[in-house]
């Protein structure tokens, strides 16, 4: 079988590395927390400002060796589906507590923090779990008006973005006359965003009652793997119609003996459906007969002579 896959063979995953992030106070960790079956790495002790109906599974992290120590259980770990970094600021102080202790980085140091980093991040994603992010919000200046960016080092931001597949932003906005949370996953001029999962383009985050079930990120991830299962089915089926395609015109293609039936073979390919690669497929069949009779294309009629 064919390392190279053609695109109908595409195999699509089913995980989702989000980044959600905010001002102080909208409730980031508890809309995290609404993942599928989450385990909470709490790096900044966030999981004490969480209301006890919504806490989740968490390794209350004291030292970046304790990290290390949890990944090392979830490897073989089939319970949990979502591992939750709060924050990602607390992350990289951590980092720097282990390699540095009280002391502050000398410049030699901060590639070997930014190595530890991406380590940790290569471990994780290896688990195959779903990974939802948690940061603060920083705010650049554009001109007289203000951009919301997630607070991450640059390097470090970098290394995460390219693996999101939704990045979110929190805020308060007026709704029909309310004062209400909302997430926006598409990017805007004034916000960072990424939706790759095809979400919604944001939104509202409902106010969650007493013992009301906190599924927010868990109803939007699992519309997520019904997407791509439904792709997959679709994948499955353009895989089998264009075997069927194929595997008859092979056939017709081997009874032709002159160019007459095989110049009725072109303009059967031609009015074939554009699937996959199937016309370039039967096109190179019609080839590949046409030098097997000695017959030369015509490169004005499009015709084999």
């Known amino acids: 079988m064919s390392i190279i896959k053609r695109p109908a063979e595409i195999v699509g995953k089913e995980t989702i590395v989000c980044l959600i992030y905010g001002q102080s106070g909208m409730g980031k960790t508890t809309l995290a ?7 909470l790495f709490d790096f900044d002790g966030g999981v004490s400002r969480i209301r006890d109906e919504h806490q989740v599974p968490t390794v209350q992290i004291a030292k970046w060796a304790d990290a290390l120590e949890a990944l090392k259980e979830l490897k073989h770990d ?7 970094v709060d924050t990602a600021s607390k992350i990289l102080d951590s980092i720097t507590v282990h390699i540095c202790g009280t002391a502050q980085p000398k410049i030699q140091q901060w590639g070997l923090i930014n190595a530890t980093f991406k380590s940790f991040l290569r471990s994780v994603q290896s688990l195959g ?12 200046k554009n001109g007289e008006d203000n951009r919301y960016v997630p607070q991450f080092r640059a390097s470090n931001y970098k290394d995460v973005i390219c693996d999101l597949d939704v ?27 990424k939706n790759t999962a095809e979400f919604a383009p944001s ?3 409902p106010t969650l009652a007493a013992g009301q079930a906190n599924t927010f990120l868990s109803e939007r991830f699992n519309e997520y793997v019904v997407k791509q299962r439904e792709r997959a089915a679709r994948r ?4 089998k119609t264009v075997k069927e395609k194929v595997d008859a015109f092979k056939a017709e293609c081997e009874t032709c003996t002159d160019a007459d039936s095989l110049n009725s073979l072109v303009e059967a390919a031609k009015n074939e459906p554009a699937i996959g690669d199937l016309r370039l497929r039967l096109s190179m069949m019609i080839k590949e007969r046409a030098t097997q009779l000695g017959l030369n294309l015509n490169k004005e009629t499009r015709l084999y002579e």
């Open 33 to 39: 927390c609404s993942a599928p079956s989450p385990v």
């Open 78 to 84: 089939t319970e949990f589906m979502t591992i939750i």
């Open 129 to 140: 779990k779903n990974i939802v992010f948690v940061a603060q919000r920083e705010v650049e």
């Open 167 to 193: 990045c979110g932003y929190m805020e308060m906005v007026v709704h029909q006359g309310q004062e209400v949370r909302q997430i926006t996953f598409n990017p805007t001029s004034r916000s960072e965003g």
């Open 203 to 205: 939104y509202i985050i």
């Open 236 to 239: 499955a089926e353009i895989i």
